[in-house]
């Protein structure tokens, strides 16, 4: 790969110091993984750890293949995974609403915030008693806790985002003679991206976990279940790679929502 040859970017910082900073910040984010798992093949190879609590690298790895192979573990990683984009997509639709709603209107926020505000002082799994005594635990449960999980965060992100939005821009609003919508479209919402986006992202992450958690305590299927199951059948080697399946996927849903964000974002500066 050729490294850029101009002098410097737009920030005076030169563009071969550039390119080199961030592919030393790449691998030294790989540093530390690997820095664990050099440190567990030491463990495993010298015994520290009896082979029934703490498994070779290797032997992970090959049961890791003989579960893809044969479709046991992306059929569970499936599963959570439908279960999240549904449960979080209606949590976010609800929390973006419910965030503006409050956000444009003092009085709505008056008769709201105080009780959503103790509503979500109550862990998200400390809901499944009593849901599961309403709607069983069923799939049903699974997607109101996943979408009480993103609900929280989204809603305050989005409510504390339209706030901050400086009232002068309003007012060239008012000057302009733009309507409510446009005024919400084209100030509003911009102004608010970034701390909507901060709430979208801690959303799926609370999405994530809450998924998990709850398919810990009532789920035949899923990656929650495989942690259970891999426990109960002294399987160390499931529970790990269950671990690290879940750990994989939320870290890349997260990097994802942040691509996205730098991408929106770019796009609004260039409109401006």
């Given at each position: 790969?050729?490294i850029?040859?101009?002098?410097a970017?737009?920030?005076?910082?030169?563009?071969?110091?550039?390119?080199?900073?961030?592919?030393?910040?790449?691998?030294s984010?790989?540093?530390?993984?690997?820095?664990l798992?050099a440190?567990?093949?030491?463990?495993?190879?010298?015994?520290?750890?009896?082979?029934?609590?703490l498994?070779?690298?290797?032997?992970?790895?090959?049961?890791?293949?003989?579960?893809?192979?044969s479709?046991?573990?992306?059929?569970h990683?499936?599963?959570?995974?439908?279960?999240v984009?549904?449960?979080?997509?209606?949590?976010?639709g609800?929390?973006l609403?419910l965030?503006?709603?409050?956000?444009?209107?003092?009085?709505?926020?008056?008769?709201?915030?105080?009780?959503?505000?103790?509503?979500a002082?109550?862990?998200?799994?400390?809901?499944?008693?009593?849901?599961?005594?309403?709607?069983?635990?069923?799939?049903?449960?699974?997607i109101?806790?996943?979408?009480?999980?993103?609900?929280?965060?989204?809603?305050?992100?989005?409510?504390?985002?339209?706030?901050?939005?400086?009232?002068?821009?309003?007012?060239?609003?008012k000057?302009?003679?733009?309507?409510?919508?446009?005024?919400?479209r084209?100030i509003v919402?911009?102004?608010?991206?970034?701390?909507?986006?901060?709430?979208?992202?801690?959303?799926?992450?609370?999405?994530?976990?809450?998924?998990?958690?709850?398919?810990?305590?009532?789920?035949s299927?899923?990656?929650?279940?495989?942690?259970?199951w891999?426990?109960?059948?002294?399987?160390?080697?499931?529970?790990?790679?269950?671990m690290?399946?879940?750990?994989?996927i939320?870290?890349?849903m997260?990097?994802g929502?942040?691509?996205?964000?730098?991408?929106?974002?770019?796009?609004?500066?260039?409109?401006?």
């Open positions: 790969m050729a850029p040859l101009e002098i970017g737009d920030d005076g910082i030169p563009n071969w110091r550039r390119f080199f900073k961030g592919r030393f910040s790449s691998l984010a790989l540093l530390l993984p690997v820095l798992i440190l567990w093949w030491l463990a495993s190879a010298r015994g520290w750890l009896p082979e029934q609590i498994p070779a690298p290797s032997y992970v790895l090959q049961t890791a293949g003989d579960m893809i192979m479709g046991e573990l992306l059929y990683a499936a599963v959570s995974l439908r279960r984009v549904f449960g979080f997509t209606i949590g976010a609800l929390g609403g965030g503006i709603a409050m956000g444009l209107s003092a009085r709505l926020e008056d008769y709201i915030k105080p009780t959503f505000l103790a509503f002082q109550i862990p998200t799994l400390g809901w499944i008693p009593l849901l599961m005594l309403l709607v069983g635990i069923e799939e049903t449960l699974k109101i806790i996943i979408a009480k999980g993103a609900l929280v965060p989204i809603t305050l992100n989005t409510f504390s985002g339209i706030r901050s939005v400086p009232g002068k821009y309003v007012e060239v609003g000057a302009l003679r733009f309507s409510r919508w446009q005024t919400l084209l919402l911009p102004g608010a991206i970034p701390s909507i986006f901060t709430g979208i992202r801690y959303g799926l992450t609370h999405a994530w976990t809450s998924l998990v958690g709850v398919e810990l305590l009532a789920s299927e899923g990656l929650g279940y495989l942690l259970v891999g426990r109960q059948m002294f399987w160390l080697d499931t529970v790990i790679i269950a690290i399946v879940i750990g994989l939320g870290f890349a997260d990097k929502l942040n691509g996205a964000e730098v991408f929106i974002q770019r796009w609004k500066k260039e409109g401006l």
